[in-house]
């Protein structure tokens, strides 16, 4: 069992940045794969990064790629999302997310066995 606590969001300019981090407890932090998805008002939750358990891998939607950067820390627990030149279609809650396997359908929420309760980014225009 995996707990995941999101920090990190808030209410940013377009342009601006911030880091969301998770943090996470239970058994064997780097057995795991982590990742990040977010979800807009009316939208379904979309893939927004993964990185593998050694950080060794990692892979980007193609709307974040170049701007936002995933990285862990295995012996903090802890799981990063550096967010640079944020947009307003960036809006959404972020969800930090754990499984044991990442195959190669990473993108798919479905994969992912352990969730965080989110949280919430803003970019204003």
């Known amino acids: 069992q995996v707990q995941l606590v999101e920090s990190g969001g808030g209410l940013v300019q377009a342009g601006g940045s911030l880091r969301l981090s998770c943090a996470a407890s239970?058994?064997?932090?780097?057995?795991?794969?982590m990742g990040w998805f977010r979800q807009a008002p009316g939208k379904e939750r979309e893939f927004v990064a993964a990185i593998s358990w050694n950080g060794g891998n990692t892979y980007y939607a193609d709307s974040v790629k170049d701007r936002f950067t995933i990285s862990r820390d295995n012996a903090k627990n802890t799981v990063y999302l550096q967010m640079n030149s944020l947009k307003p279609e960036d809006t959404a809650v972020y969800y930090c997310?754990?499984?044991?396997?990442?195959?190669?359908?990473?993108?798919?929420?479905?994969?992912?066995?352990?969730w965080g309760q989110g949280t919430q980014v803003t970019v204003s225009s």
């Open positions: 997310a754990a499984t044991e396997i990442l195959g190669t359908r990473y993108y798919a929420s479905a994969g992912w066995k352990y």
């Open positions: 239970g058994r064997a932090f780097s057995r795991y794969a």
